[in-house]
């Protein structure tokens, strides 16, 4: 028989108000995505208990109606289930193990979830140490960047313990619009890091485009002219809200545009023209996740390439000093080679 595909869970239909108020939950990291996701939270009738190592950045959820933890620890003891949201894997490790860390408080009955991007063994590492406490770990990294994160827009990919899988949706269902249980501990990571791989890589071969246009004396700005175009003669309707309703973003909320259909294009191009890269997902993340996808793809003896290349991209622009700045600022390191990378 064909392999079963993973469950894919709808969101925002589930969940009732009851039971989200019912919750509580503690999170951990709040950082672009981690203060997003914890104000959905509150928005939605949950009781949040926040950290962030910066306590300063609780202000604003405190003000929503959060209360602070001190420490991880005290999160966790407070808390039946816990959300970590963190940088990278040194950062989701040191939540866990270091001094008043999740690993003082967690225990019989209570639930870990980590909604960092990491690797595999990462995950594993954590799941293995929450679980000889007694308590339950499901690792959830998200495909999403800032926006996302704001709407209760984004893809949660997780595995682990499908019982606190179960229990969490009603707070999947506010921080995403589709949640997919993977299985085993270590799938939702190895997925997020070939999305975002793909993704990466992506971003790199549009700045290519957008340079080539530019040096061999074509306008960037009629390229992404053409590439919505593309978009739109891919279907009847689309057609008619570009040039009737002259609103050819909503064309995004339709499917199967075409092979070239790629919302990221129409999103970030416009401010990579303008040389804006206010950062939505900070390149520093973007490089660590190729980097770990390569290091995913060494493990399997993959040849990726591509991927590669890209990643290559993403340290010269670290390098450079623009970490910090959106990722699709490789935009103009690529601009300063010529567009070879």
């Given at each position: 028989?064909?392999?079963?595909?993973?469950?894919?869970?709808?969101?925002?239909?589930?969940?009732?108000?009851?039971?989200?108020?019912?919750?509580?939950?503690?999170?951990?990291?709040?950082?672009?995505?981690?203060?997003?996701?914890?104000?959905?939270?509150?928005?939605?009738?949950?009781?949040?208990?926040?950290?962030?190592?910066t306590l300063s950045k609780c202000d604003e959820l405190v003000a929503m109606g959060a209360a602070v933890g001190d420490t991880p620890a005290s999160v966790v003891a407070k808390c039946k289930y816990t959300i970590a949201m963190l940088s990278d894997p040194s950062a989701a490790l040191s939540v866990v193990f270091d001094k008043d860390g999740v690993l003082e408080q967690i225990g019989e009955g209570k639930g870990y979830v980590d909604m960092s991007t990491v690797d595999a063994a990462t995950s594993c590492?954590?799941?293995?140490?929450?679980?000889?406490?007694?308590?339950?770990?499901?690792?959830?990294?998200?495909?999403?960047?800032?926006?996302?994160?704001?709407?209760?827009?984004?893809?949660?990919?997780?595995?682990?313990?499908?019982?606190?899988?179960?229990?969490?949706?009603?707070?999947?269902?506010?921080?995403?619009?589709?949640?997919?249980?993977?299985g085993e501990m270590g799938n939702g990571a190895k997925m997020k890091l070939v999305v975002n791989m793909i993704m990466g890589s992506m971003m790199n071969a549009f700045s290519e485009g957008l340079c080539l246009a530019d040096k061999s004396g074509l306008s960037p700005q009629t390229l992404l002219d053409v590439l919505v175009l593309c978009l739109v003669m891919q279907h009847p309707c689309c057609y008619l809200l570009y040039y009737q309703i002259k609103q050819p973003w909503l064309c995004f909320d339709l499917q199967d545009l075409g092979a070239i259909a790629n919302p990221m294009f129409k999103m970030k191009g416009p401010s990579m023209l303008q040389g804006s890269y206010n950062p939505a997902f900070p390149l520093k993340h973007q490089q660590k996740d190729m980097r770990l996808a390569l290091s995913l793809g060494d493990e399997n003896a993959v040849s990726m390439p591509v991927a590669a290349a890209s990643n290559e991209a993403f340290k010269k622009a670290r390098s450079l000093g623009l970490g910090d700045l959106d990722f699709s600022v490789v935009h103009e390191v690529l601009k300063g080679t010529g567009g070879s990378g």
């Open positions: 028989p064909p392999p079963r595909l993973p469950r894919a869970r709808k969101t925002k239909q589930s969940s009732s108000r009851e039971r989200e108020a019912a919750m509580e939950v503690g999170f951990l990291g709040l950082g672009i995505m981690g203060k997003a996701m914890a104000a959905n939270l509150l928005r939605h009738g949950f009781r949040v208990t926040v950290w962030n190592r590492k954590i799941s293995e140490a929450v679980k000889q406490k007694g308590g339950a770990f499901v690792e959830a990294p998200v495909s999403g960047s800032k926006k996302p994160a704001e709407d209760g827009q984004l893809v949660i990919l997780a595995a682990g313990d499908k019982a606190l899988y179960d229990d969490m949706v009603p707070a999947f269902d506010v921080l995403g619009k589709k949640s997919f249980f993977l």
